[in-house]
């Protein structure tokens, strides 16, 4: 009988990962290559989009030999991708610019500007927030300062649109991708034209705008040989990472979230319709066009618990350094911690953010500040998740992948501040799984999204201890108050 698989290739700006799945959610191989960024000046951080290529065709090609996919055995294979990624791009499909990705934060005075003028009006008729992230102030900044790649550039496009107009010589965006950009409407599923007027870029230099389930075929045979695909496999262009990996764990329904902490951190719930927060605290991002996702990304996660590590020069693992939180109670015996240590986007959006310690005594040691950090990471997601609450209900089951969801000290912690479930998949890759699954819709071998539940291998969930969220319930009315009161001094 012949064996059956589905590949997801999973474009972050860490790493690129190839999953080869079978058609129930069980991983047959993973690869992943590590993708460096440059700083040529403080605040600015690119990626070099032609090294991101090669090891995406590496990737897939290792995935294919490890998981030794035969002849007519891969049916497709899905894009999931990073947002916010812009690239200048010539008439031949030649990069002008490396890509600047979301953490480049060069056009922080364009985001204050706007943020002054039309703020509001950006954030309603996008879903968008005004922040640095967005490709339409990168777009800004590059006319305001005449950067010669944008004065030269026939088109502008992510870093999965390079991808795709290199393999497949089509310029098409998904819904997610394109609404990441501050310049779509998911209203109307349109680029906005008095927002593309202001960075002096047309309709016609961006990419043709189609839905996730979008097939894709007739790869460059050059790039098919090299991957070691057959070069009639077809591909789906997929979405955006956030949306796939709601998809991919399974959290799609009324009341269900989904967490992402690695490096940097997101909660998000799907949603019907098209959810502007009047505070302003949450994006709203399309997946399908009759459906969006609600959410709120973070600068910090486990990248203030490795500055921490650092900071006390722990030579330990990462595994027994969270272990050490253990040894105190919820509350670090009366230290908070405001975790913007890298400037900060959701609930905040603001930049200049920067991180504090609050009620430092000389009895805590470093299993208190280890805890606090950790606590406060997670009072920021429920920060944001509190939002979300407003426009999609309250959480009662939240399903968590990324680094942290490796530690069975904060997965407690996020059941107890949350006061929901907790489920954690069995492969740890939400968002590969997500491209792939939405790969198996667009072939039509699996009839909807919401089939996956039914494929997604899952651990015992973690259930909320009341003691202890009854305790965190007046440790984040201090946390929140906190952080309400010292956002003013940015």
Same mark, same amino acid.
């Given at each position: 009988?012949?064996?059956?698989?589905?590949?997801?290739?999973? #474009?972050?700006?860490?790493?690129?990962?190839?999953?080869?799945?079978?058609?129930?959610?069980?991983?047959?191989?993973?690869?992943?290559? +590590?993708?460096?960024?440059?700083?040529?000046? &403080?605040?600015?951080?690119?990626?070099?989009?032609?090294? #991101?290529?090669?090891?995406?065709?590496?990737?897939?090609?290792?995935?294919?030999?490890?998981?030794?996919?035969?002849?007519?055995?891969?049916?497709?294979?899905?894009?999931?991708?990073?947002?916010?990624?812009?690239?200048?791009?010539?008439?031949?499909?030649?990069?002008?610019?490396?890509?600047?990705?979301?953490?480049?934060?060069?056009?922080?005075?364009?985001?204050?500007?706007?943020?002054?003028?039309?703020?509001?009006?950006?954030?309603? =008729?996008?879903?968008?927030?005004?922040? &640095?992230?967005?490709?339409?102030?990168?777009?800004?900044?590059?006319?305001?300062?005449? !950067?010669?790649? !944008?004065?030269?550039?026939?088109?502008? +496009?992510?870093?999965?649109?390079?991808?795709?107009?290199?393999?497949?010589?089509?310029?098409?965006?998904? !819904?997610?991708?394109?609404?990441?950009?501050?310049?779509?409407?998911?209203?109307?599923?349109?680029?906005?034209?008095?927002?593309?007027?202001?960075?002096?870029?047309?309709?016609?230099?961006?990419?043709?705008?189609?839905?996730?389930?979008?097939?894709?075929?007739? #790869?460059?045979?050059?790039?098919?040989?090299?991957?070691?695909?057959?070069?009639?496999?077809?591909?789906?262009?997929?979405?955006?990472?956030?949306?796939?990996?709601?998809?991919?764990?399974?959290?799609?329904?009324?009341?269900?979230?989904?967490?992402?902490?690695?490096?940097?951190?997101?909660?998000?719930?799907?949603?019907?319709?098209?959810?502007?927060?009047?505070?302003?605290?949450?994006?709203?991002?399309?997946?399908?066009?009759?459906?969006?996702?609600?959410?709120?990304?973070?600068?910090?996660?486990?990248?203030?618990?490795?500055?921490?590590?650092?900071?006390?020069?722990?030579?330990?693992?990462?595994?027994?350094?969270?272990?050490?939180?253990?040894?105190?109670?919820?509350?670090?015996?009366?230290?908070?911690?405001?975790?913007?240590?890298?400037?900060?986007?959701?609930?905040?959006?603001?930049?200049?953010?920067?991180?504090?310690?609050?009620?430092?005594?000389?009895?805590?040691?470093?299993?208190?500040?280890?805890?606090?950090?950790?606590?406060?990471?997670?009072?920021?997601?429920?920060?944001?998740?509190?939002?979300?609450?407003?426009?999609?209900?309250?959480?009662?089951?939240?399903?968590?992948?990324?680094?942290?969801?490796?530690?069975?000290?904060?997965?407690?912690?996020?059941?107890? #501040?949350?006061?929901?479930?907790?489920?954690?998949?069995?492969?740890?890759?939400?968002?590969?799984?997500?491209?792939?699954?939405?790969?198996?819709?667009?072939?039509?071998?699996?009839?909807?999204?919401?089939?996956?539940?039914?494929?997604?291998?899952?651990?015992?969930?973690?259930? &909320?201890?009341?003691?202890?969220? =009854?305790?965190? =319930?007046?440790?984040?009315?201090? !946390?929140?108050?906190?952080?309400?009161?010292?956002?003013?001094?940015?």
């Amino acid at each position: 009988m012949r064996r059956e698989y589905v590949m997801g290739l999973d #474009i972050g700006t860490t790493s690129v990962k190839a999953c080869v799945f079978n058609l129930q959610g069980k991983l047959a191989a993973e690869t992943e290559r +590590m993708i460096p960024s440059h700083y040529p000046q &403080p605040g600015w951080v690119e990626q070099n989009p032609q090294e #991101i290529e090669r090891f995406c065709v590496q990737a897939i090609k290792e995935a294919i030999q490890k998981a030794d996919v035969g002849e007519g055995e891969l049916l497709s294979l899905g894009f999931s991708a990073a947002m916010h990624s812009l690239i200048c791009v010539d008439a031949e499909g030649k990069p002008l610019s490396n890509a600047l990705i979301w953490a480049d934060g060069r056009s922080n005075p364009q985001a204050e500007k706007v943020l002054n003028t039309i703020g509001d009006k950006v954030y309603s =008729k996008t879903g968008t927030p005004v922040h &640095p992230m967005s490709p339409f102030l990168k777009l800004l900044w590059m006319k305001e300062n005449e !950067y010669e790649p !944008y004065r030269q550039a026939a088109y502008f +496009m992510s870093i999965k649109e390079y991808l795709i107009l290199h393999w497949f010589n089509k310029r098409v965006i998904d !819904y997610s991708m394109a609404s990441a950009t501050g310049l779509f409407n998911p209203a109307t599923l349109s680029w906005e034209q008095d927002l593309l007027e202001r960075t002096g870029v047309t309709a016609e230099q961006l990419s043709d705008i189609v839905p996730p389930t979008e097939v894709l075929t007739g #790869i460059n045979n050059v790039i098919a040989e090299e991957m070691g695909i057959e070069p009639e496999v077809p591909f789906a262009i997929g979405a955006a990472d956030g949306q796939l990996s709601n998809l991919g764990i399974g959290a799609i329904l009324p009341g269900e979230a989904a967490v992402s902490v690695g490096t940097s951190g997101a909660i998000r719930q799907m949603t019907n319709g098209v959810d502007i927060d009047d505070q302003q605290e949450t994006f709203c991002y399309s997946f399908t066009a009759e459906s969006t996702i609600i959410g709120g990304p973070t600068n910090n996660g486990g990248i203030v618990l490795q500055w921490l590590k650092d900071v006390l020069n722990d030579q330990g693992s990462f595994t027994d350094f969270l272990a050490e939180a253990g040894k105190v109670g919820p509350g670090a015996e009366g230290m908070l911690f405001l975790p913007y240590i890298n400037g900060e986007r959701a609930p905040i959006w603001n930049q200049r953010a920067k991180g504090n310690f609050y009620g430092v005594a000389i009895t805590h040691k470093k299993e208190h500040f280890i805890r606090a950090v950790l606590e406060g990471v997670t009072f920021n997601l429920y920060q944001i998740g509190k939002a979300l609450g407003r426009l999609a209900g309250e959480q009662k089951k939240i399903y968590v992948n990324g680094g942290l969801a490796r530690s069975p000290l904060w997965l407690q912690m996020m059941a107890d #501040i949350f006061e929901a479930e907790i489920y954690v998949s069995e492969t740890h890759h939400s968002a590969a799984w997500g491209a792939a699954w939405t790969a198996l819709v667009a072939i039509g071998k699996v009839e909807s999204f919401d089939e996956i539940k039914k494929s997604i291998p899952m651990e015992a969930p973690v259930l &909320p201890n009341k003691d202890n969220s =009854k305790m965190y =319930k007046s440790i984040y009315k201090n !946390y929140e108050k906190l952080a309400k009161d010292i956002v003013k001094t940015f």
